[in-house]
Nanobody
Framework: QVQLVESGGGLVRPGGSLRLSCAAS????????MGWYRQAPGKEREFVAA???????NYEDSLRGRFTILRDNAKNMIFLHMNSLKPEDTAVYYC????????????WGQGTQVTVPP
């Protein structure tokens, strides 16, 4: 079992920055990949960024350059630095982690709201 807890969401002006945090606990050594997803109102949940099992980072192409995923292995945390925020970045941001088989070992946090008003 893995528990993921996000924090750092809030209201930010267009053009502003925000840092989200995700703290992992439980069977952390089993985690292959860990990253961020988001779900805007009325839309499906979408991939944002992640660390893969070989340590590489992947980004949604449209967010590359504005968003940066970082991690602190000593604290079992990952972060999402978001710059130049836009109203279309408004969403609930979720932390996700797990390992194969993913249909069995797929863990999500409760989400943190990010709001960028027009």
């Amino acid at each position: 079992q893995v528990q993921l807890v996000e924090s750092g969401g809030g209201l930010v002006r267009p053009g502003g920055s925000l840092r989200l945090s995700c703290a992992a606990s439980g069977s952390i050594s089993s985690i292959w990949a860990m990253g961020w997803y988001r779900q805007a109102p009325g839309k499906e949940r979408e991939f944002v960024a992640a660390f893969t099992n070989n340590g590489n980072t992947n980004y949604e192409d449209s967010l590359r350059g504005r968003f940066t995923i970082l991690r602190d292995n000593a604290k079992n945390m990952i972060f999402l630095h978001m710059n130049s925020l836009k109203p279309e970045d408004t969403a609930v941001y979720y932390c996700r982690g797990g390992w194969p088989p993913w249909e069995k070992y797929d863990y999500w946090g409760q989400g943190t709201q990010v709001t960028v008003p027009p």
